[in-house]
């Protein structure tokens, strides 16, 4: 049974930054992870994803530069750093993972947490 955790969100001012984590369990063959966030009244989108071999990541285009999606294979964690923080930033984030290689799309995904609250202040 696979299990996503996710861990490290909260209240931040803007400018500031905070590292969100998601631990995985029972993940036995290759995997992307991924994390999607959803604004207030807003749908969900990508944010991030890291093939868990070699690597390889996908941003969306907005966040680049400032977020920065990684893993630690060893602990079977990826992570979500992000930097400069705005109010519009502010959103539940999700992570989740599917069996295959990475991608941007949202109904591909299996696997779902039950998601963080970021909250960015002005």
């Known amino acids: 049974q696979v299990q996503l955790v996710e861990s490290g969100g909260g209240l931040v001012q803007a400018g500031g930054s905070l590292r969100l984590s998601c631990a995985a369990s029972g993940l036995t063959s290759s995997y992307a992870m991924a994390w999607f966030r959803q604004a207030p009244g807003k749908e969900r989108e990508f944010v991030a994803t890291i093939y868990w071999s070699g690597g390889n990541t996908l941003y969306a285009d907005s966040l680049k530069g400032r977020f920065t999606i990684s893993r630690d294979n060893y602990k079977n964690t990826v992570y979500l750093q992000m930097n400069s923080l705005k109010p519009e930033d502010t959103a539940v984030y999700y992570c989740?993972?599917?069996?295959?290689?990475?991608?941007?799309?949202?109904?591909?995904?299996?696997?779902w947490g039950q998601g963080t609250q970021v909250t960015v202040s002005s």
């Open positions: 989740a993972a599917r069996g295959g290689w990475i991608t941007r799309r949202e109904n591909e995904y299996n696997y």
